[in-house]
């Protein structure tokens, strides 16, 4: 993204099907089991649920992270590259430490999924729909894909409202295909 002149969104897709695919030649189908800490992490730690504790360790970090300057910066490099650039932002560092901080809170993610469902999946069919689920959230949450507008209460918000539309069609008893529909008609 920073040298190449990607999109952002094209990128974070590609990397998915490179990974994806190493991820699939290393375990082919799932591997069960988890070790003593991470199922711990997927009962509960003193009463509180463990995906309770990975929910709010990111969100600590995003309190904490707009304290700082780092965030507004982050935000003009979002708004305008050539702005931000002109008024003296080192626009590829700040791209590469937001993507660092992106990526880990995608690691915690990744650890709270397999905390719960206690094995790891490497399939497309299984990883694809989590991160199209994401941008779906983020997109309704009225945050901008080309950056620069929104912020995490509405990405939260809409990660919300696609967590009700899940849950109120499989009360239903519809099938899978009715939340794709409803998610599509609910983003346009």
Known sequence: ?????????????????????????????????????????????????????????????????????????????????????????????????????????????GVAIVAQLHQAEADAGFVTPFILLALAAVALGGNSMAGGRGGLLGALLGAAVIFLIENLLGALGLSSFWSQAVYGATLI
């Open 1 to 109: 993204v920073n040298y190449g002149r990607y999109q952002a969104v094209v990128a974070t897709l590609c990397m998915n099907f490179i990974l994806s695919g190493f991820a699939l030649g290393y375990a082919p189908s799932p591997a069960s089991g988890t070790t003593g800490w991470l199922a711990a992490l997927g009962s509960t730690w003193g009463g509180v649920p463990g995906g309770l504790i990975l929910i709010a360790v990111p969100l600590v970090a995003w309190w904490g992270l707009g304290r700082t300057p780092f965030v507004k910066t982050l935000l003009a490099v979002g708004g305008s590259e050539t702005t931000a650039y002109t008024a003296g932002v080192n626009v590829a560092a700040v791209r590469t430490l937001a993507y660092a901080i992106g990526g880990a809170i995608a690691g915690l993610a």
